[in-house]
């Protein structure tokens, strides 16, 4: 079965820091990809990595895709309360069904 | 383009009671998936449909079907209603089956089992 973990499950800071939330599995995956979840939201995609190594930047969001495909990052610069809600990540392998980490809720305080 | 709906968006049924959610997908895409949210567990795979055929199957009791219909219009039903069924209920649709494509996400049905 494969797995993805999340850390950290939450996160508060203050607006203008920066954060990095972290996607763990054993397995590889040929892309992954992630979201982010507002309240009362379905989750909304923000990137897919496919290259191992690969880097993609969506303004202030960097997302990091490891060399050997089990892992990414997300990091955040300057975080505003607009980022806040759950971020989750998404591992896909060939035709089977997404796989999902549970997520890591965060904060952002004004 | 119209994004995925689902109906209805919140859900208040008893144990035993069965329920039925709806999703239509976004215009010409022929794949449904459906996913169960909780806080404990986060987003479970229930199943997956591609043109009227059931894909996938993610690992749910029997009580816990679906169907999708010509218009790739999806439904999934769920017998027998337990307590811990309490969960935000998502679709996602794309154009092709699998993971691999962008999944299109719904806003869900609140469902609340008492």
């Known amino acids: 079965t494969q797995l993805l973990e999340q850390s950290p499950q939450f996160l508060s800071i203050q607006e203008g820091e920066n954060l990095t939330v972290y996607c763990n599995s054993s397995?590889?995956?040929?892309?992954l990809q992630w979201y982010r979840q507002e309240p009362g939201e379905g989750p909304v995609l923000l990137v897919t990595?496919?290259?191992?190594?690969e880097v993609k930047k969506l303004k202030r969001l960097t997302f990091q895709f490891g060399d050997a495909r089990k892992d990414s990052s997300l990091h955040i610069t300057a975080a505003q309360p607009g980022d806040t809600g759950l971020y989750l990540c998404?591992?896909?392998?060939?035709?089977?069904?997404?796989?999902f980490g549970k997520g890591t809720r965060l904060s952002v305080i004004a | 383009k119209a994004g995925v709906t689902q109906t209805p968006r919140y859900l208040i049924k008893t144990r035993g009671q069965q329920v039925t959610l709806s999703c239509s997908p976004i215009s010409g895409h022929r794949s449904v998936s459906w996913y169960q949210q909780t806080p404990g567990q986060g987003l479970q795979f229930l199943f997956e449909y591609f043109s009227e055929t059931q894909r996938n199957k993610g690992n749910f009791p029997g009580r816990f079907s679906g169907r999708q219909f010509s218009n790739s219009r999806s439904e999934m039903n769920v017998s027998t209603l337990e307590l811990g069924d309490s969960a935000l209920y998502l679709c996602?649709?794309?154009?092709?089956?699998?993971?691999?494509?962008?999944?299109?996400f719904g806003p869900g049905t609140r469902l609340t089992v008492l």
């Open positions: 996602a649709s794309s154009l092709v089956a699998g993971g691999g494509d962008t999944q299109y």
């Open positions: 397995s590889v995956f040929s892309s």
């Open positions: 998404a591992g896909a392998t060939g035709n089977t069904p997404l796989v």
């Open positions: 990595v496919v290259t191992g190594g």
